[in-house]
């Protein structure tokens, strides 16, 4: 019991001083997840020392919800892929929930032709494949977890900027998904002004393929139109990317305060990974989620989780292949 709960007290500490620190890393979301498995175990334990049966019980009821869970969650991931596919074209991005719900089946059913079939090269294959599933299935409850603790941190108060992130336009027009961020960016901006206080808004994206004119100018003629006045919103009109929407916004800002503080905007999927951006472009903010479409999140936040996952893929490549090789190596 108290090696339990002890052990979580160790990841819990560390948790808390990386958050202190900057909430913007993901090793936080390690942390914290290990702090709740290990004291999901001092508790075990600790019933056990109490209630023998009971503790047992609870045990056994983890040990089947956790498959339970999954076939529930991949059958999920089918349906949604489904309806990715009717409502937004096939382009593999739309594709990523599908993959994943078929891909958990099908390494279901190699499972069982591993069984059926008496091959050490197959029951290495499927050792390999279990390992690194499990490795990247634990970086994904993580990244879930540190994203859903994300989104409630509150944000600076005072911000003396709003960024709000381009998503694309469709011809000249806002979409759904980049109103969402805009009307969310127009919220907060209301509410300071309530308050007496005057950050300015800042729309950032530039021209991309397909559409007909910088996504900055539409973002702000958007806002404009329901009622910003339009000395109130600085456009910065040349990104192509995340990274790019954050440095070239950081030298806009930095221009009229160099200590100054902002509030970054964007759909609450893609929330921590802008957090994780924000920190290597050296911007002195935090990020505020918008509201999505439910049918849009799963696809969204597994394309998030493999940019993260990208973005550190040196270190990723050396756990995954430290996992993946000794099975072969046992073969000779």
Request: with cysteine; charged share 15%.
């Amino acid at each position: 019991m108290i090696f339990g709960f002890g052990i979580a007290a160790f990841w819990f500490a560390l948790f808390v001083i990386g958050f202190v620190r900057d909430r913007r890393v993901l090793r936080n979301g390690i942390f914290l997840v290990l702090a709740l498995l290990f004291a999901g175990l001092g508790t075990i334990f600790a019933l056990e020392s109490v209630n023998q049966t009971a503790a047992r019980w609870l045990a056994l009821t983890v040990l089947l919800l956790i498959p339970l869970t999954t076939v529930v969650l991949a059958v999920a991931l089918v349906a949604n892929g489904v309806v990715m596919l009717r409502r937004e074209g096939r382009r593999p991005a739309n594709l990523l929930s599908l993959v994943a719900g078929v891909g958990f089946f099908a390494f279901v059913g190699f499972s069982a032709v591993v069984q059926r079939f008496d091959s050490r090269f197959l029951a290495a294959v499927w050792s390999a494949l279990g390992g690194v599933l499990g490795y990247l299935s634990f970086l994904f409850v993580c990244f879930l977890a540190y994203s859903f603790v994300y989104a409630r941190i509150r944000f600076f108060r005072r911000p003396d900027f709003i960024v709000v992130l381009g998503s694309g336009l469709r011809g000249r027009r806002v979409p759904p998904l980049l109103a969402s961020r805009l009307d969310k960016a127009q919220a907060v901006w209301t509410e300071e002004r309530r308050k007496g206080r005057t950050p300015l808004l800042i729309t950032s994206g530039g021209q991309g393929p397909g559409e007909d004119m910088p996504e900055a100018d539409a973002m702000a003629d958007y806002l404009i139109e329901r009622g910003v006045p339009a000395d109130q919103v600085l456009r910065e009109n040349e990104s192509t990317s995340t990274f790019e929407n954050l440095t070239f916004s950081d030298k806009l800002m930095a221009a009229r305060n160099p200590k100054y503080r902002c509030l970054i905007v964007t759909n609450n999927f893609h929330a921590l990974r802008a957090a994780f951006t924000a920190r290597k472009a050296k911007v002195n903010g935090h990020v505020l989620g918008s509201p999505t479409a439910r049918y849009f999140w799963p696809s969204a936040t597994i394309r998030e989780y493999l940019a993260v996952l990208a973005d550190h893929k040196v270190a990723n490549g050396i756990v995954i292949g430290l996992i993946a090789v000794p099975p072969f190596l046992a073969l000779f």
